[in-house]
């Protein structure tokens, strides 16, 4: 059995719809970045450290976009290669410490949202729970036990189900009423909107592994392009709406 290893030029061919997400990914969570850095000056002092959160989701994306293209376009040109042992192009472990990192970030920004309304840290720390059972069930099920897709897959929904849960009816969405901040209320409930529908797109794309629900509409569609959509909607998304958040807000208070 021949194996060719990954030290071939890895360069984009026209036409791999894939590859060209992973390299705007980088390029659109990059230019986020700098954006929210740089606009942290236009805002209040109690907003700087939203924006910096927001800055820093798009930027430790950045980084493992730029690992995860390359090993990407690695694994393609490898499995061209005739006679050459299969590499899956998925980068599902940049991918997982990527999520590990940026979605318990989300949360943080929830929390930072509602901390001049009495959030206690047990609420960032329920919220960030819900995050690692999802996100260590998903890894299971698709790096250790693929053969148990489907049965990961629902354990990984309980997580994202509280999320969904706290930010709709559970302490977050409380909180938010209690406000009486209408700005406030507007940026949950958008929020609420991302973690919904947006982070719908995640197990859209889990669904076509192999054995799972979806999985014979694989051909045009794939994990990774449904990933990368994902996290370009989600990450920059969130980050605007907090952005929205801390100008109207600063503007009142001008
Ligand atoms: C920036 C990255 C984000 C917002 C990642 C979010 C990831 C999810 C919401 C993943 C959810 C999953 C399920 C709900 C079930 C199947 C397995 C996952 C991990 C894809």
Redesign the pocket.
């Given at each position: 059995m021949k194996t060719a290893y990954i030290f071939l030029s890895s360069t984009l061919q026209p036409g791999d719809v894939t590859g060209f997400t992973f390299f705007v990914g980088l390029m659109a969570m990059f230019a986020a970045s700098v954006f929210f850095f740089f606009e942290r000056s236009n805002v209040d002092g109690k907003w700087k450290t939203s924006l910096l959160v927001s800055g820093l989701?798009t930027m430790i994306?950045a980084a493992h976009y730029y690992y995860m293209r390359d090993y990407y376009l690695a694994a393609v040109a490898n499995n061209l290669i005739e006679g050459a042992t299969y590499i899956n192009p998925s980068p599902t472990q940049f991918r997982y410490i990527?999520?590990t990192l940026?979605?318990p970030l989300?949360c943080v920004e929830f929390f930072l949202l509602l901390r001049p309304y009495g959030a206690k840290q047990s609420l960032l720390w329920k919220m960030i729970g819900y995050s690692v059972l999802?996100?260590v069930?998903?890894?299971i099920?698709?790096a250790i036990q693929p053969e148990q897709t489907i049965l990961?897959?629902i354990i990984?929904?309980v997580?994202?189900a509280g999320i969904v849960y706290e930010a709709t009816a559970g302490s977050v969405a409380k909180m938010a009423q209690a406000s009486g901040d209408a700005n406030l209320q507007k940026a949950i409930r958008l929020l609420r909107n991302f973690v919904l529908v947006g982070?719908a797109i995640?197990?859209i794309?889990?669904m076509l592994m192999p054995g799972n629900l979806m999985a014979g509409m694989a051909g045009s569609l794939n994990i990774d392009l449904m990933y990368n959509l994902?996290?370009a909607v989600?990450?920059i998304g969130f980050g605007l709406v907090v952005y929205q958040m801390a100008v109207s807000s600063s503007k009142k208070a001008a």
């Open positions: 989701i994306a990527d999520w940026t979605v989300m999802m996100l069930a998903g890894y099920g698709e990961w897959g990984s929904t997580g994202w982070w995640y197990p794309g889990y994902g996290d989600n990450k």
